[in-house]
């Protein structure tokens, strides 16, 4: 059994710290107040941006666990035994790595945020680069050790000058940096010849080379920096992956603590070498053929269509990787995307299948499976209505992945993928279960647990299968179809898709439009409809007027209702649909155009937190922001009935409104510092600060009748009294004064109720 030098001591706190991650992941779960847990493994976070979730709760515990593992592997020493004599030049390198582990312990340490905190660290990682270079001297060639050495350098040297351009409030000076092509994977290209030169040299482990590829692998996933703004509440999905590999980031640690640890210790034993391959045995060619076609049917059927990609943008998967990651995970995954578009997977299959060996067969099936099953979930995920009705924008970032031009649109405008990922997924599943009964171990070499789990994943697979769907009664009620209302059905439930003849019936039964009993079947509703989509195709004045005599019926009123079923009336309310999407497209475009140009507001000293809403917010009656108290009522606390400041600002007990337009939009700007910012008055038309009573440390200004919600203004939660400014002024667009409105609303820790007007407009009103 091996022995550190400070095993014991390790091991007793890595338990003692991973025990009390558990103890928290219990309080958090009894209570519901996950703050401990929160504190000790990913540090504070804003209750609107991660709010208490049972299994994320569990994950952190998780991530705990992960965390005292990681402390065990640095606190614990070296390998006991004589050091061998390794010089200066790796004396210096342990020296390093552990004052950068050390640096990296502090920050966790929970000690009030200073923004130089983080620059000892940084500087230090300088030294590292510089010592790496000169260790790996005769292990790596002298080209790959001086690439590697700009790339670390370079690294080093722009994360020192981010951090200082944070702390001088310089936010747009590092921002054509990082708007650059892969530039999150320039630490990369530094790690990675480090870690193969690991490879080469006998002194460091296996061990520690896999933890310096799960941290390499980390630090490509997410880019360098994030913004978080939570506007509705609610679990943000890119929280909890940022959070989830925060906590994966103390591979790093690990991975510099070992290093240090191995460079100290006695010599590692030289490991045997491997034995040969295992080979299968060799199989009829037309079999192990049909596993390499497989792949290239559904490739060959998009290519002949102009289509070289898998699944494209839609989809969970795609959505995961263009979202969440890096953007050089996303170009890796266009890649992908490409690759198995034009059939590569037959290239593995080819291969595994010329050198049959055990390994390289295990992994080419599992690559199968896995691609089939990412295929499959992208395929029973896409929803493109969603995606291209509701976010073009996002649709059109997500694209421009891809090689221009590659995609085109149909009538409606939305993106053509052509063959379904699903087609892919068959062929890709079948070629795996072909090479599994070609090229499997004998029942002797098989393990029982390869069975056990072969058999599971088979019986999962089958059960998230869709059953078929069961054949529709002859009469549809009112009631069958309401629930496809969204504010009549669970928020869980998906809404049967109204189409067609669907459509038809389902707007008679609610709408009444017909004289129909309630029990009439959905064949006679359709073939009456048909009739009267005849009538109103034939357009005939005399057979119109007919049918309204004497049926009650003004066809061309029930335009909306035949559309379903009828291809004349359909385009007609299509035509006055688009007109009517088009113009409301134009005028929010204007709107937002009006915002965009508006400037932006540049703060003296530095806030703790600013948030410029991007999309302008339209509240009908202004915006409120009242925190409820115990036996408080908002009529009862005076603002309704207080005179206003100016007219822009009404303030009462823990209640303040702030007075808009209500037929023009508000361009909004939320600051919030620790301590107060100078006046500002150039530029704005209103200037007004109140006081205000925050008795929960929750800030929001809300508009009830538009449903308009703005993020939290309060300082990290914080509650007690605020001075709130208001900062108002109209913008002018293309010679209109009353173009748009701006609002800069600044909060700030202070005492004192009184209104003070550092701007008063020349006319009210």
Request: hydrophobic share 45%.
């Amino acid at each position: 059994m091996r022995r550190y030098r400070f095993g014991r001591i390790a091991a007793l706190l890595a338990t003692g710290y991973a025990l009390v991650a558990v103890a928290f992941g219990v309080i958090a779960l009894a209570t519901g107040d996950p703050a401990l847990l929160r504190q000790l493994v990913v540090g504070y976070w804003e209750p609107d941006l991660m709010p208490f979730t049972w299994w994320l709760e569990i994950v952190l515990v998780v991530g705990g666990i992960l965390q005292g593992w990681a402390y065990w592997q640095v606190l614990r020493g070296r390998l006991a035994g004589e050091p061998p004599a390794g010089g200066r030049r790796v004396r210096l390198l342990r020296a390093a790595l552990y004052l950068d582990v050390a640096s990296a312990l502090l920050v966790q340490l929970p000690i009030p945020y200073q923004w130089w905190l983080g620059l000892p660290g940084e500087l230090l990682h300088i030294a590292v680069v510089w010592l790496f270079f000169l260790v790996l001297a005769g292990v790596l060639p002298r080209w790959l050790r001086i690439v590697a050495l700009v790339a670390g350098l370079f690294d080093a040297v722009v994360t020192v000058a981010d951090t200082v351009a944070d702390a001088l409030g310089r936010y747009d000076f590092m921002a054509p940096l990082w708007r650059l092509p892969l530039v999150d994977a320039i630490p990369l290209v530094w790690l990675v010849p480090v870690l193969a030169g690991q490879v080469r040299d006998p002194r460091w482990s296996r061990a520690t080379v896999v933890a310096g590829a799960v941290s390499a692998a980390v630090s490509l996933s997410l880019p360098r920096s994030s913004m978080y703004v939570s506007i509705g509440g609610g679990l943000d999905p890119r929280t909890v992956v940022h959070a989830i590999v925060g906590v994966l980031g103390v591979f790093w640690t690990v991975w510099a603590a070992r290093s240090a640890h191995e460079l100290g210790g006695p010599p590692q034993a030289v490991p045997p070498s491997p034995l040969p391959a295992t080979r299968a045995a060799r199989r009829p060619w037309p079999l192990a053929a049909v596993a390499v076609v497989l792949p290239l049917l559904p490739a060959a059927v998009n290519l002949a269509g102009g289509m070289p990609v898998w699944t494209g943008p839609r989809g969970v998967v795609e959505h995961l990787f263009s979202e969440y990651l890096s953007q050089p995970v996303k170009l890796l995954w266009v890649g992908v995307d490409l690759l198995v578009g034009v059939g590569a997977p037959a290239v593995l299959i080819l291969v595994a299948v010329v050198r049959r060996t055990r390994r390289l067969l295990r992994v080419t099936m599992a690559a199968l499976v896995i691609t089939a099953a990412a295929g499959a979930a992208s395929a029973l995920t896409a929803r493109p209505e969603r995606d291209l009705d509701l976010f073009p924008d996002m649709v059109k970032s997500r694209l421009s992945l891809y090689p221009p031009g590659l995609f085109d649109t149909d009538e409606s405008g939305r993106v053509l993928f052509g063959l379904s990922p699903l087609w892919y997924s068959a062929a890709l599943a079948a070629s795996a279960f072909v090479l599994f009964l070609l090229y499997a171990a004998p029942p002797a070499a098989r393990m029982r647990h390869h069975v056990l789990v072969a058999a599971l994943a088979t019986s999962v697979t089958l059960c998230f299968l869709p059953a078929a769907d069961h054949s529709r009664g002859p009469v549809t009620t009112a009631a069958d179809c309401s629930p496809q209302e969204s504010w009549q059905r669970p928020q869980a439930a998906e809404p049967q898709p109204r189409t067609g003849t669907r459509a038809f019936i389902c707007s008679v039964r609610e709408s009444r439009a017909l004289a129909f009993a309630d029990t009439t079947p959905d064949q006679v509703l359709l073939a009456h409809g048909r009739r009267l989509c005849g009538a109103y195709t034939r357009n005939d004045p005399a057979e119109l007027a007919r049918v309204k005599a004497v049926e009650k019926v003004d066809v061309r009123g029930l335009e909306g209702v035949l559309a379903p079923i009828c291809p004349p009336a359909d385009v007609a309310v299509q035509a006055a649909q688009d007109e009517d999407d088009r113009e409301y497209e134009e005028w929010q475009a204007e709107e937002q155009r009006k915002c965009d140009a508006t400037p932006r507001h540049r703060p003296r000293i530095r806030p703790a937190k600013a948030i410029r809403l991007k999309e302008p917010e339209w509240p009908e009656a202004g915006l409120e922001l009242y925190e409820e108290t115990e036996g408080s009522d908002p009529a009862d606390d005076g603002v309704y009935g207080a005179a206003p400041a100016d007219g822009l600002v009404s303030v009462g007990p823990s209640h303040l409104m702030v007075d808009t337009h209500s037929d023009f939009h508000v361009c909004v700007t939320l600051e919030t510092y620790g301590r107060r910012p100078p006046v500002e008055t150039k530029g704005w038309d209103h200037v007004v600060e109140v006081g205000y009573e925050s008795p929960g440390g929750q800030m929001v200004f809300m508009d009830g009748l538009s449903g308009t919600e703005l993020p939290d203004l309060s300082l990290n939660g914080r509650k007690g009294h605020y001075r709130i400014r208001v900062h108002f002024a109209w913008f002018p667009w293309e010679g209109e004064k009353y173009g748009t409105q701006r609002l800069l609303i600044m909060a700030y820790p202070g005492e004192g109720d009184k209104i003070i007007t550092y701007r008063k407009p020349a006319k009210p009103g």
